[in-house]
């Protein structure tokens, strides 16, 4: 609707950066969307080409060269399946640069990754878990890493105790390896060196590597279980070819094993315990020492064996191995105090590291897979301290955060998966633009883009909620008596009146209001008068459910007349409305978002999806818009999102200059319904969109129980009765429709018509105006049936301008029909209506359909019914909500109202109602 577009835009802030923390992936690799984890398992999977080209295992290490990512489809940390091979991929071919147009067409547009040659595998086939693995120049039985300096590949192929090189990167599948380092032949995979259990390292022996890196002709391996890094001083030549130089141990025949039974780990700068990746950026050295829960930085390319690291990250100095250190004398700050007064510290936060499995630089800055704390963290320059803290975070909102979203103990089971989580990270690669980063738990690889520009992480809302603020209240009653004292606490800070000669209640509402606005105002709260209820109304200064923790108390002086109650001892009602169903119209929410405000045409169908040189991309799909400025876009939300619990939108942005800027994608998370209904602007609860519902007089009939042969049905208008007798096989639906039609066929003053919930009728007068008010009604089910038959009211009321709004000067009144409008109410019922929904396009019906989720309505506090809740005809997104007023609401200018759908509440509007029968409150 035209005037709605104009309501639903604001203002809203964001910061520049080239990663920012919590920032979504743009794309995913190995999945059908960033909430889909399928198993390649052949018992779970159709062997179709297709799906078997497009899905991941457990893929654990990652590389990339001259537009080809390198994907280890295997893993050590326990998630299943592997699949016993190395997939390379043409980024370019699915993955469009990050200022391009997204080509269209599927479901998630940046979800359509599929590799064009297999390592390790005849064909994209999944093997066989317990036969798949092999020992030969082509098999491999645990490739765990990979690396490429753009011309060869390498590969730590980790339970066969052995790197493999090729010499070219492959073009075919299945391609064999050249040389074999670790082993004296591609037929041997044993351990170290010797015979039987006596085996010991050695310059050419291997155990379990786990890391691999090729720079300036150089080659690195992280020996894993021998406890060290070798290096190949020049590109080997020959099988089982020895190192030149060894790191984390004195020399290449020793390997110290820990001794696991101390409370503390012997962690020193010259030591390593179960390194699992090494890599480097041409000067420095990074290697992520897993056992000490730390990465060791060398300043320089050793030179000789046992060289000392000069950097460690994770702990306060080099001797020290402690998972996420934290507490007094760790990296953390404190957070606060417990009940005793002592010192409390966050579980993490950005110096602490647990199980650290891959570090990568790209010259300036130093990304971390902190593996154990399911994040990456960023440090914007390589630290050249101990224990420096990093700079910004993916895969958790921020630096402290726990996900807590696992629901077993068991690793491989489904997790909730979204677009900005990462779940053990166990490998990185950077293309210049874009972090690629591996989670073998959720068979995929996130790719994480940089940005011209930040998008706040809740940047997307429902266009009609924008933000859902707690609220309470004080009532004040009794009667004014001078020297009385009035207290209203707001998380323990007091603000006390005393009340003086000839106030009136007004007169202490108001002074109240400006006690606790005085100066920049109470932190927490915003007070507002309500005068016709003696009443301060109190509205969160913070959005989202953080409001809900407000305390709030009202008291009076002792033996005082007045009476003062609070509404309850925290504010409530507090919601998120950054949490989007599919369809929903959104308003996402930045800084320098277009160079100019524009408008989609009215009358557009569909709406476009290029506007003010502005695209809004979500999963890849380009979303319908209504209208851009450079502080507010407004979007649809696409219905095709329905499959997933999250997505990930960014916006492209074609400059009045020529360039093309974007921003870093963020994180929607995506439910059934979460409604908002459209308001005016100003300060939260705001007035709503609110307009009478009917031209006639109307009423309602409730029809309830259970449909038993042999009930009858009553219906009586004025001196009229309608009777239907119950038949096999009727439903209350089959039951109400057999009323309407004897209704509708012979009532001179009345017409019937069929809720859009329920199984109830609406009756409406024949006549407009009030001519139609006073008819009497009634309904019965016949005494001691299963059938119940009642009224909302005993006469047709409220008749007054269909469409006309509803303010002071043209109030609602109890038992009057009213209309709101709302967005973000999912998917319609019936499946054929469902099913006529399409993207940016006008609904074109059928009229009568409802939410999939049931909508309740509280008005005033009192129930409200929703008899028609529908998708709007010739509207994009939009829902009309028609509620019947709680006959005996009293007059109050400011009445509430919220709409719900299971768990999740609307934003709090407010519309007057005057009632000339009932007191004010």
């Not at 590597?209 to 030549?237: C, E, Y």
């Not at 319908?624 to 999250?646: R, Y």
Request: charged letters at 15%; proline letters at 6%; glycine letters at 10%.
């Amino acid at each position: 609707m035209k005037y709605l577009a104009a309501l639903i835009l604001a203002a809203g802030s964001t910061m520049a950066a080239d990663f920012a923390t919590g920032q979504a992936a743009r794309a995913v690799i190995g999945q059908p969307t960033f909430t889909v984890q399928a198993t390649t398992s052949p018992e779970i999977v159709s062997q179709s080409t297709s799906v078997i080209t497009t899905l991941l295992g457990g893929a654990g290490g990652l590389a990339y060269a001259n537009g080809q990512l390198f994907v280890a489809d295997c893993n050590r940390i326990g998630s299943v399946p592997n699949n016993y091979r190395v997939l390379i991929y043409n980024v370019p071919s699915f993955l469009p640069a990050p200022t391009a147009e997204v080509p269209q067409g599927v479901r998630c547009p940046l979800c359509t990754s599929l590799p064009s040659v297999v390592l390790g595998q005849a064909d994209f086939t999944i093997p066989d878990p317990t036969t798949g693995w092999g020992l030969t120049q082509t098999a491999m039985r645990l490739p765990t890493a990979v690396a490429t300096d753009g011309t060869r590949l390498a590969v730590a192929d980790t339970d066969n105790n052995r790197v493999l090189i090729w010499n070219s990167i492959p073009a075919t599948n299945n391609a064999p390896a050249d040389l074999v380092l670790g082993q004296p032949d591609f037929k041997t995979g044993t351990p170290n060196t010797g015979t039987g259990d006596v085996r010991v390292p050695s310059q050419k022996s291997l155990r379990g590597p786990q890391g691999v890196w090729f720079q300036n002709g150089k080659l690195f391996v992280a020996d894993d279980m021998n406890h060290r890094v070798l290096i190949w001083n020049s590109i080997p030549t020959s099988n089982y070819q020895p190192a030149d130089l060894v790191l984390g141990q004195p020399n290449f025949s020793t390997a110290i094993e820990p001794d696991l039974t101390k409370k503390t780990l012997d962690a020193a700068a010259n030591t390593l315990l179960n390194p699992v990746a090494v890599t480097s950026d041409g000067v420095h050295l990074f290697v992520s020492d897993l056992g000490h829960n730390r990465v060791l930085i060398w300043n320089s390319i050793p030179t000789q064996n046992q060289q000392p690291a000069d950097v460690e990250i994770g702990q306060p100095d080099m001797s020290t191995a402690i998972a996420n250190y934290t507490g007094a004398g760790g990296l953390c700050a404190s957070n606060g105090t417990d009940s005793t007064g002592a010192a409390t510290y966050p579980n993490q936060c950005a110096g602490t590291l647990n199980f650290p499995r891959f570090a990568l630089s790209d010259g300036k800055r130093l990304f971390i897979a902190d593996g154990g704390n399911d994040r990456v963290l960023i440090f914007n320059h390589i630290p050249t301290q101990n224990a420096a803290p990093a700079d910004l975070v993916l895969g958790q909102p921020d630096a402290v955060s726990v996900d807590t979203s696992d629901t077993t103990d068991d690793p491989n089971a489904a997790r909730i998966a979204s677009s900005d989580s990462v779940r053990t990270p166990t490998s990185l690669a950077w293309d210049g633009e874009n972090l690629y980063v591996s989670e073998p738990y959720s068979r995929r690889i996130m790719v994480f883009t940089v940005g011209d520009q930040s998008l706040p992480l809740t940047a997307v809302r429902n266009a009609a909620s924008l933000e859902i603020y707690a609220v309470g209240s004080v009532a004040l009653s009794g009667t004014i008596t001078k020297g009385d004292a009035v207290t209203v606490t707001i998380q323990d800070v007091k603000y006390k009146y005393t009340i003086k000669t000839d106030d009136t209640f007004a007169m202490i509402v108001d002074a109240l209001v400006t006690l606790i606005n005085a100066g920049s105002g109470d932190p927490h709260v915003l007070a507002t008068p309500n005068y016709a209820l003696s009443t301060i109304a109190l509205t969160s200064r913070i959005g989202g459910s953080a409001g809900d923790a407000i305390t709030l108390a009202a008291s009076v002086s002792t033996s005082a007349t007045i009476v003062a109650n609070a509404s309850d001892a925290n504010l409530t009602g507090g919601g998120d409305a950054a949490k989007i169903a599919s369809g929903t119209l959104v308003a996402i929410f930045g800084d320098n978002l277009s160079d100019t405000t524009a408008y989609a045409r009215a009358g557009a169908d569909p709406l476009p999806t290029k506007l003010g040189g502005v695209e809004v991309y979500v999963d890849g799909i380009r979303c319908p818009l209504l209208a851009v400025s450079p502080t507010q876009i407004n979007a649809q939300v696409p219905t095709e999102v329905l499959d997933s619990t999250s997505v990930s939108a960014y916006i492209r942005i074609e400059r009045a200059n020529g360039t093309v800027t974007t921003t870093t994608a963020t994180g929607v998370p995506i439910i059934a319904a979460n409604p908002g209904i459209f308001a005016q602007g100003g300060q939260d609860p705001r007035p709503g969109v609110v307009l009478h519902g009917s031209s006639q007089a109307t009423g309602t009939v409730i029809i309830e129980g259970t449909a038993k042969t042999g009930d009858v049905a009553t219906v009586t208008i004025s001196d009229r009765t309608y009777n239907y007798t119950v038949v096999d096989g009727d439903t209350l639906y089959t039951i109400r429709d057999h009323l309407l039609d004897m209704i509708n066929a012979s009532d001179p003053e009345i017409y019937a018509l069929a809720s859009g919930q329920w199984s109830y009728i609406r009756l409406r007068a024949r006549v407009e105006g009030p001519d139609g008010n006073g008819l009497l009604i009634s309904a019965t089910g016949n005494s001691g049936g299963n059938l119940s038959m009642s009224t909302t009211n005993t006469v047709l009321c409220c008749a007054n301008v269909a469409g006309a709004m509803v303010d002071d000067d043209n109030p609602a009144v109890p038992g009057e029909t009213i209309t709101l409008f709302a967005t973000g109410l999912g998917t319609i019922l019936p499946t054929a209506a469902n099913n006529a929904v399409t993207t940016g396009f006008t609904y074109k019906g059928p009229a009568l359909n409802q939410p999939n989720v049931f909508v309740s309505a509280l008005v005033g506090g009192k129930s409200a019914g929703v008899y028609y809740a529908v998708m709007k005809v010739g509207e994009v997104g939009i829902f009309q909500i028609d509620l019947e007023l709680n006959a005996d609401l009293p007059t109050n200018p400011f009445t509430q109202c919220t709409i719900a759908q299971d768990v999740y509440v609307s934003n709090i509007i407010t519309f007057p109602v005057v009632n000339p029968n009932v007191p004010v409150q």
